[in-house]
């Protein structure tokens, strides 16, 4: 069972900067892939960034350039670094972990973009 928590949302105006971390409760190193997904309303849940175990990752073409996802294994913790944010990056912000068939989901976190 791996549990994750994430922080770092708010209020920014369009071309800001945010941090994103999500903390885990148990070791992800050896088995576990990390990514970062969103929500807004009426939207289904979308997938935004992806991170392996080694550390490669790979973006939605909506965030491609603007967004880094990072890891410290050692610190069972992931990042995701937004830049040049945009109104549309509003949503709800979800940490996962996956290993074969099990995925865990964080809480979520409210990132809000605007003027």
């Known amino acids: 069972q791996v549990q994750l928590v994430e922080s770092g949302g708010g209020l920014v105006q369009p071309g800001g900067s945010l941090r994103l971390s999500c903390a885990a409760s148990?070791?992800?190193?050896?088995?576990?892939?990390m990514g970062w997904h969103r929500q807004s309303p009426g939207k289904e849940r979308e997938w935004v960034a992806f991170s392996t175990t080694r550390g490669i990752a790979t973006y939605a073409d909506s965030v491609k350039g603007r967004f880094i996802i990072s890891r410290d294994n050692a610190k069972n913790t992931v990042y995701l670094q937004m830049n040049s944010l945009k109104p549309e990056d509003t949503a709800v912000y979800f940490c996962m972990a996956n290993y074969n068939i099990d995925t865990y989901w964080g809480q979520g976190t409210q990132v809000t973009v605007s003027s």
């Open positions: 148990r070791s992800i190193s050896s088995s576990y892939r």
